[in-house]
């Protein structure tokens, strides 16, 4: 294979050249920090480079495959961490100025696992500050690999710009209101926030205890589940897909909402219209406690970032982005009535979004209601939906929810959300690799123009 084609293999294309000796872990790291020299710094999309340790996990990984010890699919996989997620020996900087970046002693737990499974730690992957406000201006923003005048996307922008670019094949992000899958949409790649708590937290700088969720992004659905069921420790294995019978229910708050662009409900609309005749069944879903869903995640982040914060803001005020310190002030003085009816309203929401999934077996959605934007926006105001139109309920229910490609508008890729019921990440996956299969015979994003 030639460097551009090895840039855009998939995981498992990569693990049978491995295997059979027409490819090696240290080819592929190579290629990797070769794209790196040549799109950095126009993407902005790394925090950390770990060079010298990645080509030495390569070299590891090249002897033990050649010695017939195997991990598993994951074995010699060049991997891109979020820069808010600890790894030995690299600092941890958050996309901040408030500390200087700190040496990590140890791995988080997804990390650990990455490394049993045999994956190299490529880089760190520039974020949103705290994955919370906007890029710190000492940073800057991390650009789009389809329009590098446009962001890729936040918080976890930096992991969905590597893989996009074809750096690497897998990366890691974070997600509190959409924060994988709002980049994953903006670049044309596959993201997925699992279930609360699949996904082991430790060693993650946390932005709201409650609403986190650590998950991967890839370039398909199936390497999609090959680094989900890494990070979480079990097995999905999901057959050939199939929609035939397959129930899937379009939400209308995020289906008919009128902040998506005519490109964006015209593109909505050709899909479930291909999904359709490939056998599944559409049907329109109305669960009106949508509608207070991002109002009240705003009433519960608020204040749990706050507290997170609050030492880190004794210590050094200036040293956040104008608006992640306006953010964090604002958690201060939120009130605690008004937490805890939010939380009281979270478990009416789950229990009407599980109640939907006796009609339906999955739930789908534009995954944001635009292109990828010239800035990242701003943190919606009470009455404004924005990029989080469809993705801030998954975090208040816990739901498994993934952004997959569907389409363009002109050169800028869109993204078609779908989401299934607490603990049925295998289900949805399943489901995510019919409708890809539905997608790509359509339209699937060019490979980005910056390359």
Same mark, same amino acid.
């Given at each position: ?6 840039a ?13 000796? +027409? ?31 990645? $080509?030495?996990e ?6 033990? /495959?050649?010695?017939?010890k ?57 974020? $949103? ?38 750096i ?9 209101? =959409? ?42 659905v ?9 990070i ?6 999901? +057959? ?12 209308? !708050?995020?289906?008919? +909402? ?16 291909? $999904?359709?005749?490939?056998g599944a ?8 406690? /949508? ?8 009433r ?9 914060h ?34 009281? !309203? ?9 109640a ?11 995954s ?21 139109? +469809?993705?801030? !309920? ?12 569907? =389409? ?9 959300? $779908?989401?299934?019921?607490?603990? =049925?990440?295998?289900?949805? /996956? ?8 539905? /997608? ?12």
């Open positions: 294979m030639t460097a551009d084609e090895i855009f293999t998939g995981v498992a294309e990569l693990g049978r050249a491995y295997r059979n000796g +027409s490819l090696s872990p240290v080819d592929a790291v190579r290629v990797s920090l070769q794209r790196l020299e040549s799109l950095e710094p126009a993407l902005n999309a790394v925090a950390q480079r770990l060079d010298a340790t990645a $080509l030495a390569a070299e590891q990984a090249t002897a033990e /495959l050649r010695s017939g195997d991990r598993g699919p994951l074995h010699g996989i060049p991997v891109a961490i979020k820069d808010l997620i600890d790894v030995e020996g690299a600092p941890t900087g958050y996309g901040s100025k408030v500390r200087p970046p700190a040496m990590a002693s140890e791995d988080a737990a997804l990390v650990q696992r990455l490394r049993e499974a045999g994956a190299i730690i490529l880089c760190k992957a520039n974020l $949103l500050e705290y994955a919370y406000g906007i890029a710190h201006p000492d940073i800057g923003q991390t650009n789009n690999p389809h329009d590098i005048g446009r962001t890729s996307g936040g918080s976890s922008g930096g992991s969905a710009a590597l893989v996009a670019g074809g690497l094949p897998l990366a890691i992000g974070t997600d509190t209101g =959409g924060s994988i899958r709002i980049p994953a949409s903006y670049c044309g790649i596959v993201g997925l926030k699992p279930s609360f708590g699949l996904v082991s937290l430790d060693g993650v700088f946390p932005l709201s205890w409650s609403l986190d969720h650590a998950g991967p992004l890839a370039r398909s199936a390497d999609t589940a090959l680094l989900l069921e890494a979480a420790g079990k097995t999905f294995q999901p +057959s050939p897909p199939s929609l035939a019978g397959v129930r899937i229910g379009a939400v209308s !708050f995020h289906c008919e +909402s009128p902040e998506l662009t005519p490109a964006v409900a015209a593109n909505l609309a050709e899909a479930l219209k291909r $999904l359709e005749a490939a069944i559409i049907k329109r879903i109305d669960i009106p406690e /949508l509608r207070l869903a991002n109002s009240e995640l705003r519960i982040i608020l204040p749990e970032a706050s507290v997170i609050a030492g880190l803001y004794i210590e050094n005020p200036a040293g956040y982005a104008l608006r992640t310190r306006s953010q964090v002030e604002a958690g201060f003085e939120a009130k605690a009535v008004d937490y805890i009816k939010a939380q009281d !309203f979270r478990v009416k929401l789950r229990n009407a979004m599980e939907a999934f006796a009609e339906v077996d999955v739930l789908i959605g534009p944001v209601p635009f292109p990828a934007p010239i800035e990242d926006p701003e943190f919606t105001e009470d009455g404004e939906e924005g990029e989080m139109l +469809s993705s801030g !309920f998954a975090n208040m229910t816990g739901q498994p929810s993934l952004s997959l490609p569907s =389409g363009v508008d002109g050169h800028l890729p869109l993204g078609l959300q $779908l989401t299934g019921p607490v603990g =049925g990440d295998g289900k949805l /996956l399943q489901i995510a690799l019919g409708v890809e299969a539905v /997608l790509d015979a359509w339209r699937r994003p060019s490979l980005p123009a910056v390359l």
